[in-house]
């Protein structure tokens, strides 16, 4: 390494050491730790030795025990810009990441989490990862290796660099016993100290469902208990008395079932953080050896646990809960929970994203399918359709829209962008001399994705707006009775679609924010019966975004957030942002994976995923920086999986 590639950073003997992160802002340190003073504080990396410019790096880093797990932003400073990267959260002690440092490198921030008050982080070790070690790890992605070593080749080092980051982020679900050996920590009381007084806290009462169970499964789940660094628990089973105050935290469990030795103390501190959860629940571990797998589960979607009992037993709620249920004691555990989220307001109910649980035996998830579909009148409904030419995309599409969909009460409305084919024209005039439910508006000017929607919902007289792509053509017939079926809802924004590419194959079942970096399309890729991560590819839930190829929203909702973002986000990512407006405002996302449509994917701008990473440059930017609070951990999502595969995988 020459001497002006090295980092102009302090020496020191001890990279775990935690006076080597420094306040950099939003942030103060004191005897205890480190304190938000925002959402996001920054520490300066001031005590690293061997990180090279242009060079691969190994970092480990932790959280206490009793933090909620976030995922790190770690910024390169380049003089008075910076790029920056999202790290995986450290939810099963450590984090570690791997990826390159930019050559202009002059300083290292890190952003641990994004909440603000007090917080524990520390830098384990940072190592330099030789090439012959970054290319053997790469080589696990061969398409990406080849792609970020080519693009190196001819100078494109954005490119470069995205791909180094995908052939780095990922590692199959089946490396999982090494892949948590190398991130397991001991429990340190010096570093994994409590926020708030447990000499005052409340009692964390086990709930034991000893039927049928042998007496060395009750034994173990008592020991587990026994063991945790709160002390101040009971163990009942369910034949006993139990005797519970309405101040405890009750954990309903089945004999057998085992806990992580601090996961009673992170569920006091849990509840003490939200006051407003009254039930909160955690992830799990499952099989044994080289078959042990972590069930990492989205945070709370109450549509998916209509459809999908996802949360399991692995769950603890507040005592006070009980009042309304007299026939507790009567319910196995797995089916007290199953009600009390059934029953639970959307604020009520928090994940910890950590995996605290072994289970004994599973929870039974799978229900008799619903049948999302609306039937309750017919509120008037305006499909807006931006194009420009490409009748051979766009005559299939309204087909399709005016042929198959079997709502009574809808208007289609093409915008049309100063197309200047004859066939267009004629398409469009023979369409509308057929079904008086078609209707034409010209627009002039560059393409703006933004400003053609903004303009159809102007001239909608539709109660719901659907904005829907030109390369798209109609699956399910009653797809606007499926949208509306969560549309109508008060609280619910955005509804978008399971979209296909035309050989079956998934193309959007949601948004992940922070995918790739930004935004991606995660559970694409597979066949449409695959049930994907947490079967949420086969059934409703919540999203942060859904995509605006196909998407409805109520048009008082879509007037009330501004519409589409026509000045920065003209073509790119308007569709995202727009549902993270809705969100703000408090109208959840939703995707109706029972309502789905086939979209040849960016066919009407030739193949945007082959785009280089300098166009909408600018849109991505300014995307980024508005949501970047978001973006680094998608609330629907999970910080300890990859945000470098389309499917659940390791970071």
């Known amino acids: 390494m020459r001497q002006d590639e090295a980092l102009n950073l302090p020496p020191s003997d001890a990279v775990s050491d935690p006076l080597s992160l420094?306040?950099?802002?939003?942030?103060?340190?004191?005897?205890?730790?480190?304190l938000a003073l925002s959402q996001e504080p920054w520490l300066r990396i001031s005590a690293l030795q061997g990180i090279s410019r242009g060079g691969v790096i190994e970092l480990c880093y932790t959280a206490s025990f009793y933090d909620e797990p976030a995922r790190p932003i770690l910024r390169f400073w380049q003089g008075e810009s910076f790029k920056e990267t999202i790290l995986p959260g450290p939810c099963e002690g450590a984090g570690v990441w791997i990826g390159r440092v930019p050559r202009e490198t002059t300083e290292i921030w890190i952003s641990?989490?994004?909440r603000p008050g007090p917080f524990n982080f520390r830098i384990l070790s940072a190592r330099p990862v030789s090439r012959l070690e970054a290319l053997r790890k790469a080589a696990a992605a061969p398409k990406r290796l080849f792609f970020a070593l080519s693009a190196g080749m001819v100078g494109l080092t954005e490119e470069a660099e995205l791909n180094w980051r995908w052939a780095f982020g990922a590692a199959p679900m089946s490396a999982y016993p090494a892949w948590r050996a190398?991130?397991?920590?001991?429990?340190?009381?010096?570093?994994?100290?409590?926020?708030?007084?447990?000499t005052n806290g409340p009692r964390v009462?086990?709930?034991?469902?000893?039927?049928?169970?042998?007496?060395?499964?009750?034994e173990s789940t008592r020991a587990s208990l026994a063991a945790q660094t709160y002390s101040n628990c009971a163990f009942f089973t369910t034949a006993g008395d139990a005797r519970i105050d309405a101040r405890d935290l009750v954990l309903p469990l089945v004999a057998g079932d085992r806990l992580e030795p601090y996961a009673c103390g992170h569920l006091v501190e849990h509840f003490a953080r939200h006051p407003q959860h009254a039930i909160a629940y955690a992830d799990e571990t499952v099989g044994e050896g080289d078959a042990l797998r972590?069930?990492?589960?989205?945070?709370?979607?109450?549509?998916?646990?209509r459809f999908e009992n996802y949360v399991g037993r692995a769950a603890c709620f507040r005592a006070r809960l009980l009042a309304d249920r007299p026939d507790w004691r009567e319910a196995g555990p797995d089916e007290l929970i199953d009600a009390l989220l059934s029953a639970a307001q959307q604020d009520e109910v928090g994940a910890l994203r950590r995996p605290l649980f072994r289970l004994a035996r599973a929870a039974k998830a799978r229900r008799t399918t619903i049948d999302a579909v609306f039937r309750d009148g017919t509120p008037a409904v305006t499909v807006v359709v931006p194009t420009r030419d490409r009748v051979d995309l766009l005559a299939p599409c309204l087909d399709s829209l005016l042929g198959r969909s079997l709502y009574p009460q809808f208007e289609a409305v093409v915008v049309d962008n100063d197309s200047v084919e004859p066939r267009t024209h004629a398409l469009l005039r023979a369409l509308q001399a057929k079904d008086a439910r078609l209707k034409v508006l010209h627009t002039q000017g560059p393409f703006n994705f933004s400003a053609l929607c903004n303009a159809g919902a102007r001239t909608a007289r539709g109660d719901f707006l659907v904005f829907l792509n030109n390369d798209t053509e109609i699956v399910t017939p009653d797809w606007i009775e499926r949208l509306l079926y969560f549309a109508v809802a008060p609280a619910v924004g955005a509804?978008?679609?399971?979209?296909?590419?035309?050989?079956?194959?998934?193309?959007?079942?949601?948004v992940l924010l922070g995918m790739g970096g930004v935004a991606g399309h995660f559970g694409a890729g597979v066949s449409e019966s695959d049930r994907g991560w947490m079967n949420r590819n086969v059934c409703p839930h919540e999203v942060s975004a859904v995509t605006g190829a196909c998407m409805m929203v109520e048009?008082?909702?879509f007037d009330a957030v501004g519409g589409f973002d026509e000045v920065d986000l003209p073509i790119e990512l308007n569709d995202v942002d727009l549902c993270l407006r809705l969100n703000a405002r408090g109208w959840r996302s939703i995707c109706n994976t029972q309502a789905i449509l086939t979209h040849r994917q960016s066919a009407s701008r030739?193949?945007?995923?082959?785009?280089?990473q300098r166009v909408h440059h600018r849109e991505r930017c300014a995307f980024y920086a508005r949501w970047r609070a978001v973006v680094r951990d998608d609330p629907h999502f999970h910080p300890g999986l990859s945000l470098y595969a389309p499917a659940e995988a390791l970071p």
């Open 495 to 510: 509804v978008g679609a399971k979209l296909l590419y035309p050989r079956g194959r998934v193309q959007h079942a949601g």
């Open 294 to 305: 972590p069930l990492y589960k989205p945070g709370w979607s109450a549509t998916l646990h």
């Open 22 to 34: 420094e306040a950099a802002r939003d942030v103060r340190r004191d005897e205890e730790g480190f």
């Open 555 to 557: 048009r008082g909702k």
């Open 182 to 198: 190398a991130r397991i920590r001991e429990f340190d009381p010096a570093f994994d100290r409590p926020r708030t007084d447990w």
């Open 112 to 114: 641990p989490t994004h």
């Open 205 to 218: 009462v086990a709930l034991v469902d000893e039927r049928g169970a042998a007496p060395q499964d009750i």
């Open 606 to 612: 030739k193949g945007g995923s082959l785009r280089l």
